[in-house]
């Protein structure tokens, strides 16, 4: 069968506050026209994406000609429990209407609807490249580096800077599904200096100069830009791909 790979690069987010865009939230989607069965579909954008694409309150219709199986699938573990496959949000945000029936996955179709279905149905699906990937597994400063930059192939993933506002609410709202109470992000004293991995200048007004800890975290249960600890700790990481 064709193999028709339609990419287009869409602005996730509509919401702009004023000097504050989203950067984090951004990401891509690609519809893809081959059919699969939900799990084959999701296998497929794990390995070429980020996952099946998850949709939040803030996420644009999509166009009308991407239609296919989501991210979302109903769990079954203690209770039943629709989760999105990226497994790092809950369902927050709900299309769905009535929740009955048998089937546990769910396609969008032409009109922007979320409809349940078999999944082992096959159908087109759509997958999404993430910007900011809470990883959630307990690695040093160093191995959290590693990770990152070894994520995908033929991608830059590195420890992710967080820089506007903005990508401080995301992060931590992010962070809230981490196992840890801290997560590591980009943030390094080096050389006398404080840095991004990343690249970009470090935006702290009130970062210590003379530090004893020399990298930084997000906190997930605080209001402060950032927190600092010693590298040889072991937390959940942020990677994220630049802008
Ligand atoms: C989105 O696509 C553009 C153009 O190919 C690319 O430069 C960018 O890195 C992609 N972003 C993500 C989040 O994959
Ligand atoms: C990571 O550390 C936290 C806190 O110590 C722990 O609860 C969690 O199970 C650990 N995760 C892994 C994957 O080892
Ligand atoms: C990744 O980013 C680094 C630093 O910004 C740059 O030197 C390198 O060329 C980039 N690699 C790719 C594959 O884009």
Redesign the pocket.
Known sequence: MMNILIFVPLMLVLHFICGNQPRLRDGNITFHTQSKTWAKAQTYCRTHHTDLITIRKETADLPSNYHGWIGLHREWTVHEEWRWSRGDEKLTFSKLSDDSSAENCVYLNNNNDWIKDQCDHEKSFICYDERLVLV???KTWEEALEHCRTMKKMKNYTLATLKTTDDHDFARKKAQQA??EEVWTGLRYLGDQWFWVGGEPVQYQNIPSCPDERCGVLEKNSKSSFGIRDCNE??NFFCYLKP
Request: hydrophobic residues 0%.
């Open positions: 959630e597994e307990n196992t840890t072991r937390r």
